[in-house]
């Protein structure tokens, strides 16, 4: 029996719905970089973009646990003294809460050129809508998989 290696002629790429609505960040992030990566796929291989196209709406609204609200999030400006920071709970209520959920998803894929390509099968909303209609995506629900994925506002 040989070790089956996948060509870009074996890859099926889906679309993924995800409503963020009421679920725990870590949990989500970690269901989102599986499918990204493509490891949900029996026919999975590390060196290939297998994973499917994930689109998460209601991404303002999801949940933190313990006091990660208050966590502090640093960014330099590339001047001298330029570091700054911003609380996970000001980014959730600022101008761009998806960007919560882009990093949590960032930090679980491997730091390579692979995973900056995954990255780029991702989509993120703050609100309700997403213009992917046409794609006809599977709605995943993550909130029912585990009762741990939900928490309560």
């Not at 409503?19 to 999975?44: C, N, Q, T, W, Y």
Request: glycine share 8%; hydrophobic share 35%.
């Amino acid at each position: 029996m040989k070790t089956f290696s996948a060509t870009p002629a074996d890859i099926d790429k889906k679309w993924i719905l995800i409503d963020a609505e009421g679920v725990v960040l870590g949990r989500l992030a970690s269901i989102i970089a599986m499918r990204l990566r493509g490891k949900h796929k029996p026919s999975f291989t590390p060196s290939m973009d297998m994973g499917d196209n994930v689109i998460v709406i209601n991404a303002d609204k999801v949940q933190l646990t313990g006091d990660k609200r208050n966590k502090p999030n640093y960014w330099h400006t590339g001047y001298p003294g330029g570091i700054k920071s911003r609380t996970t709970g000001q980014i959730l209520e600022g101008a761009h809460p998806e960007r919560v959920v882009m990093q949590a998803v960032k930090r679980m894929l491997p730091g390579n050129k692979l995973s900056r390509q995954q990255m780029t099968n991702l989509r993120v909303y703050a609100g309700a809508e997403h213009p992917h209609a046409a794609q006809d995506p599977q709605v995943l629900d993550v909130a029912s998989m585990n009762k741990k994925n939900t928490r309560s506002a």
